[in-house]
């Protein structure tokens, strides 16, 4: 075992790197040889999504107990999507690098990764895999559906209420009562939002065990899911599994193909190209589009349906979809359970086909995502068709430009601003540069005038993300982004852009001249962040096309660390 390398000596490093250990009351048989398994813990008040996760560890050690390993519980940065600013995807490279060093650094044998709200999973996972120990993912589950004067409501619910307040349709008094009404129970968001499209994506790739993806946080069986979690770890720590064994080219294709059926976040894109680069498994933007392109959209989930995760689980879960899509998916692929994908779910039935549909009776026959390419993106933007308006599909207006977030939520709701509905709202300056950090601004609100016509849809163009709970005609993740000088930050109000998602094409029409003779007057920003962190971020981080990871975290660095610390 590894961890014989500092429980295991004999001298002074022996003694050192045990008798402190020994304070928090473990005989010494624990030290001699048993697995130790790390348990790598986001609970944080702070991270309300994942605020159940002490409890949860407690389970998880009980497995880890029984199976014979010794667990150490450890925290690591938790980011709390709805709390900390400007964004919390500015930080998830930063709890990347804490989680590495944390499990490269200390005597573990086989690390869990305790994972919930939105960016908790890939930082996680990224950080892991530049390790590659044994790893296993628990995610913490979501919350049940909400309850709203007599309907269920959830996270894609706040970008209708939001409308409604704006609109004058429901008072600060409704608001405080639906957002008690929603949140509550323990859990991450109860929609198909990026919290629950990264449990899938883990369960997918075979990182987790069946059913992680959708047991309810507030359900038992996700205890016992956590507690059967710790145990399958220390046999991993046995046989030494590591997710380079897991994460083949092949585990990704099916995690893009089930996410696809899933109608998972856009923010997949991006979570999934970063963990790719990290363990060095070649994958493009296009792989996206042109895997989901025979995939039907199976879950009928918001915000691409109607339904809860909740309801997933109780129609047959993660597995259903996965059997169901047996005909496309790597079912060889190999899992951390020790069985292959097909293997764990060749048993699983769908119970409500209200909620999993048939390949042959699909949902929506599109799902997935769409990669669009022109001279506004050269290195591509995405769409995601299942959330869109598809009337909007083929559209060609004209530009409504805001240079940067300030000048959008200044100007949006002007009674004078110049848009209708067939204009084309473009938003610059929030990529991973320009905001910094690359926010979930992109499905932004729409103008009030146009709200009051009863317009709940235009097309949007933007460098930036969007919430997985968010939906619309939406253009994301343009790439190049304007901050570094992408023919995005070239756009001029009442240019003429055409949206053609069918042809999977995204055209400003200027031409390359006058393009070049705007280009001439591009300054690059600068926000002021000369020192810390965000400095380093500006600094390094990526397209994102290319995963907005920092570009020397690209790879990994493997377990051993050479020195001692004494
Ligand atoms: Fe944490 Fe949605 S805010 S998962
Ligand atoms: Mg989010």
């Not at 002074?12 to 697995?35: C, L, S, T, V």
């Not at 704006?166 to 990026?194: L, N, Y």
């Not at 929030?430 to 992109?442: H, I, K, S, W």
């Not at 000088?485 to 852009?497: E, S």
Request: glycine letters at 10%; aromatic letters at 6%.
């Amino acid at each position: 075992m590894r961890s014989q390398d500092w429980f295991g000596r004999t001298g002074k490093d022996g003694f050192i790197y045990r008798a402190w250990m020994k304070n928090q009351g473990f005989p010494h048989h624990e030290f001699e040889g048993k697995p130790v398994i790390g348990i790598c813990n986001t609970w944080s008040e702070l991270t309300p999504c994942n605020a159940h996760f002490r409890e949860l560890a407690e389970a998880v050690k009980r497995g880890v107990w029984e199976a014979g390993g010794f667990p150490l519980e450890f925290p690591v940065m938790s980011l709390g999507e709805c709390q900390i600013k400007p964004t919390a995807m500015l930080f998830r490279n930063l709890a990347s690098m804490d989680v590495e060093e944390s499990i490269r650094g200390n005597s573990l044998d086989a690390v869990i990764l305790m994972c919930g709200c939105d960016k908790t999973t890939p930082s996680l996972v990224m950080g892991a895999c530049s390790v590659d120990l044994p790893t296993m993912v628990i995610s913490g589950g979501p919350m049940l559906a909400g309850r709203f004067r007599g309907r269920k409501i959830g996270t894609s619910d706040v970008w209708r209420f939001a409308e409604a307040y704006k609109m004058g349709e429901m008072s600060q008094a409704d608001f405080i009562a639906a957002e008690a009404s929603m949140a509550r129970s323990p859990g991450h968001c109860a929609v198909m939002g990026t919290a629950s499209t990264m449990a899938a994506m883990v369960e997918s790739l075979g990182l987790a065990l069946p059913d992680n993806a959708t047991i309810p946080a507030a359900d038992s069986r996700r205890k016992v899911l956590a507690h059967m979690t710790g145990v399958r770890a220390v046999e991993l720590a046995r046989q030494n599994i590591k997710p380079s064994d897991i994460l083949t080219r092949q585990a990704f294709e099916n995690a893009i193909m089930v996410n696809a059926a899933l109608g998972g976040s856009t923010n997949f894109i991006i979570h999934l190209m970063a963990i790719a680069g990290r363990v060095g498994v070649d994958l493009s933007l296009d792989d996206f589009d042109t895997l989901s392109a025979k995939i039907p959209l199976l879950a009928n989930l918001q915000p691409s349906g109607e339904h809860f995760v909740e309801d997933l689980f109780y129609a047959g879960g993660l597995p259903a979809i996965i059997r169901e899509l047996r005909s496309f998916l790597h079912n060889d692929a190999m899992t951390i359970n020790g069985n292959s994908l097909g293997e764990n779910c060749a048993e699983a039935q769908c119970y409500d086909p209200a909620v999993i549909a048939s390949v042959e009776h699909p949902f929506k026959p599109e799902s997935g995502v769409a990669v669009l390419r022109g001279n506004l993106c050269p290195n591509g933007a995405v769409l995601k068709p299942s959330a869109a308006s598809p009337h909007l599909m083929q559209h060609t207006g004209r530009a409504v430009v805001f240079e940067d977030i300030d000048d959008y939520k200044a100007r949006v709701d002007d009674p004078n601003l110049d848009v209708d509905p067939d204009c084309v709202l473009v938003l610059k300056n929030v990529g991973p540069r320009g905001y910094p950090g690359m926010p979930e601004v992109g499905n932004m609100q729409l103008p009030a005038k146009i709200l009051a016509l009863g317009v709940h849809d235009m097309v949007r163009i933007s460098d930036g993300r969007m919430s997985g709970t968010g939906f619309g005609t939406v253009v994301l993740h343009v790439s190049p982004e304007a901050a570094v000088g992408g023919n995005l930050a070239l756009v001029q109000n009442g240019d003429l852009i055409t949206l053609d998602v069918p042809n999977r094409s995204l055209h400003l029409h200027v031409s390359d001249q006058e393009l070049a003779g705007r280009l001439v007057h591009f300054k690059p920003l600068d926000l002021g962040y000369h020192r810390g962190y965000v400095n380093l971020y500006v600094r390094h981080v990526t397209q994102a096309h290319e995963g907005a990871d920092l570009d020397f975290l690209r790879g990994g660095s493997g377990s051993v660390v050479k020195r001692d610390s004494h």
